[in-house]
């Protein structure tokens, strides 16, 4: 089969799907504002997503407390620098696990 031929059997094969298509010209528009909605959702998101000063601005600040709703205190969460041995022991626990 040649590249032409492929492309009539190809083109014989859509023009059923074009057809209905072009008798309902508003699903393809419905596909279209679908995408275009997504796509300003994606921008939406972008404002509010974190930067990197964020995430080393709060390295900085008081840490994270875990606290009951009648006033008990939990837990405390703060930011812990770890030696080069402790990090190499994690990673390598992280990669031996199934």
């Known amino acids: 089969m040649s590249f032409p031929a492929f492309l009539r059997t190809?083109?014989?094969a859509l023009q059923p799907a074009m057809a209905r298509v072009l008798r309902r010209p508003e699903k393809l528009l419905s596909l279209h504002s679908l995408l275009w909605a997504l796509m300003a959702g994606g921008l939406v998101l972008i404002p509010f997503t974190p930067g990197i000063r964020d995430s080393r601005k709060a390295k900085t600040?008081?840490?994270a407390q875990l606290v009951a709703a009648d006033g008990k205190f939990f837990a405390e969460y703060?930011?812990?620098k770890l030696g080069p041995g402790l990090a190499a022991h994690g990673v390598g626990a992280a990669d031996a696990c199934p």
Do not use: D, G, N, S
Request: proline letters at 11%; zero cysteines.
């Open 10 to 12: 190809r083109w014989t």
């Open 61 to 63: 600040e008081q840490p």
């Open 78 to 80: 703060r930011w812990v």
